[in-house]
């Protein structure tokens, strides 16, 4: 190669990583949610870039970090969804129909109002998100964890806004109904925890 | 309004996605029935948990590392670069080349990333080679 053509190379490489790389902790974060595993979700990301210094002439006028989120998620469902059993991402086969089944608010409903959500720990709160079925997790992650609107969450996933809203709404219905156990289980076992400690100082008298 | 219309437009008022006119009609709606209430108090409240810096994840180093050097500026050697391809990949593309110069050079250089430019840059400047390169 010449002096030349390594130089535009180099330049074109300084600056992808300076448009690029500033996002890495978002991609892998991503990574993680949509994989549930650190080294897949490494060598997604690390995928993902190379991916993306290869058609990074492509991009034009666009947001980098929605891009680089859907290259990442293509890699996700091509590449490691044939390593699993179940196939991940398999959204465009999923019918939609499957969401809207049970009309969302009739959901809602059985949960009690009276029922307040209280605050729990991140990690539980990452082992909430990592629970959801993967249609519903993705948008979860692209919109609480990302921040990303309705309109980039639609252009990444490939569906209408409108399913963008409605697994969005399920998966905040499903989330909901998981926190609300999973703060009943920590109740049930700060009691369990404070009995056993009541019994310990019985025994100690 | 009733809940049912409500129901979906709960979330884009949470997420901000609802234009003023429906923005009000659902938090109007939401203000007179204790059941929408909750559940937008509910939404909120796990928006606000999983915004937390906590839930995402920060990138292993070994990760960055890797990408770093899978990186065509990364592995360019400048044994091979002349006076004025050195004068160019400065002006082109900053630390990345100043580093890729700098392994022309028998000293060890740490894997870093912002500091790894600047601790080149002492680098080339302790060796004369600032002047000679700007």
Redesign the interface.
């Known amino acids: 190669m010449s ?2 053509a ?13 448009a690029a ?1 500033p996002h ?6 991503l990574a ?1 949610y949509l994989l549930r595993d650190s080294s897949d ?2 060598d997604a ?2 995928e993902c ?2 991916r993306a ?1 290869r058609h990074f002439d492509t991009l034009r006028n666009q947001d980098v970090k929605p891009w680089l989120f859907a290259i990442l998620r293509n890699v996700c469902r091509v590449e490691y969804g044939r390593r699993s059993r179940v196939l991940l991402y398999d959204v465009n086969a999923e019918p939609d129909n499957a969401e809207g089944v049970m ?3 009739r959901e ?2 059985d949960t009690p ?2 029922e ?2 209280h ?2 720990d ?2 539980t ?2 082992g909430l ?1 990592a629970a959801l079925p993967d249609v519903f997790r993705e948008v ?1 992650v692209l ?3 990302e ?1 990303l ?2 309109r980039e969450i639609a252009t990444i996933v490939g569906v209408p806004v409108g399913t963008v ?2 697994r ?2 399920r998966g ?1 219905a499903m ?2 109904e998981a ?1 609300l156990k999973a703060e009943s289980n920590e109740q049930h076992a700060a009691k369990r925890a404070g009995k056993q400690v009541e019994e310990s100082e019985e025994n100690c008298k | 309004m009733t809940c049912e219309e409500a129901g979906i437009l709960l979330h884009a008022l949470v997420d901000n996605e609802l234009d003023a006119g429906h923005t009000g009609q659902v938090e109007a709606h939401a203000a007179s029935c204790p059941h929408c209430t909750a559940q937008l108090r509910d939404y909120r409240e796990m928006h606000a948990a999983m915004s937390a810096p906590e839930v995402s994840y920060r990138a292993p180093e070994r990760l960055r590392g890797r990408i770093e050097a899978a990186l065509p500026s990364a592995t360019v050697t400048t044994l091979r670069i002349g006076a004025s391809g050195r004068r160019n990949l400065l002006k082109g593309f900053g630390m990345g080349s100043v580093m890729s110069s700098a392994l022309a050079y028998p000293a060890a250089i740490a894997i870093g990333s912002e500091r790894r430019g600047l601790r080149v840059y002492a680098l080339l400047k302790g060796l004369h080679l600032i002047p000679l390169l700007e």
């Not at chain 1, 390594?6 to 300076?18: H, I, M, N, V």
């Not at chain 1, 890495?24 to 974060?29: E, F, K, N, P, W």
């Open positions: 002096d030349k390594e130089g535009e190379d180099a330049a074109r490489a300084g600056r992808f990583r300076a790389l890495l902790d978002a991609v892998y974060t993680r979700a490494e990301v690390q870039y190379l210094l009309p969302l608010w809602a409903q109002e009276t307040m959500l605050k729990i991140a990690q709160v990452r998100v979860i919109r609480e964890i921040d609107s309705y809203m409605s969005l709404a905040r989330l909901r926190w």
